[in-house]
């Protein structure tokens, strides 16, 4: 690979990561945690491609005042041997590729379109220690919880703190392939990264429900409602039944992960 190529494929992987993270849109791809590992990285491949800018012109112009003091310096070049080498190999230049993806068309975070292909629902994990005594859930006529928290709570919390207590969560409305007219609220749940996202899923019923079911997929909604005990099996892989009583519109969240 030829100087020159390294160095532009080393700004532009900077730039790009550099990009993500100022711009908020990593986001959609890893955990908020990571923001100071994309900044650092970023700045370093910038920084090693400045030096070895730098270097290369005055390496250049060392060789040019050499073999001729009055003469202009020199485009940089390799070796005649490797040229042949040279334009057979491409295969570099296929790291352009997600920069470009990331320049030009931002992939979206992961949706229902994920859930669709057959990605399995996040089993909530049994707490342990201190945190499996659940703490009080917040004051107030309908406290808003993640779908987390909320599916968490109904498998493993035996108190009985959410029936018949009103709760509002926040998610994307799935519509399943095997009951188009039911409607889901769903999140995406990563411990790292998109790559290994799994979604958490609970359906909505009642009226209020209803009239969901021509809501567009992705779109954000808030519900508020109380769970119908009983709901969430092993059979039906821990997915808890919410019956709402009011449903809204909501933007998109700059961060549509949970944790």
Not at 20 to 28: D, E, V
């Amino acid at each position: 690979m030829r100087r020159e190529t390294q160095n532009l494929l080393l700004v532009l992987l900077g730039g790009a990561l550099l990009k993500i993270a100022l711009t908020g849109t990593y986001l959609r791809y890893v955990k908020p945690a990571l923001f100071p590992w994309l900044i650092g990285t970023g700045a370093v491949m910038v920084l090693l491609a400045a030096v070895a800018i730098v270097r290369d012109i005055r390496a250049a112009r060392a060789r040019a005042r050499a073999d001729d003091p009055f003469a202009a310096p020199p485009e940089p070049h390799e070796p005649a041997e490797h040229a042949a080498h040279e334009h057979r190999d491409r295969s570099p230049w296929m790291l352009l590729l997600p920069v470009f993806a990331i320049f030009l068309v931002a992939p979206p975070a992961l949706g229902a379109d994920s859930i669709g292909r057959g990605q399995q629902t996040a089993a909530p994990e049994r707490p342990t220690g201190a945190s499996a005594l659940f703490d009080e859930l917040p004051p107030g006529p309908a406290p808003e919880l993640s779908v987390s928290e909320f599916i968490t709570r109904v498998v493993w919390d035996g108190s009985g703190a959410l029936e018949q207590r009103a709760v509002r969560l926040r998610g994307f409305v799935v519509h399943p392939a095997d009951g188009p007219a039911r409607t889901q609220l769903a999140r995406m749940r990563i411990s790292c990264c998109a790559a290994d996202a799994s979604p958490v899923l609970i359906d909505l019923a009642g009226p209020a429900a209803n009239a969901l079911a021509t809501t567009p997929q992705d779109s954000w909604i808030e519900v508020t409602g109380t769970l119908r005990a009983g709901s969430a099996t092993e059979a039906n892989g821990q997915v808890p039944t919410f019956d709402i009583t009011g449903a809204r519109g909501i933007p998109a969240p700059d961060d549509p992960y949970e944790y």
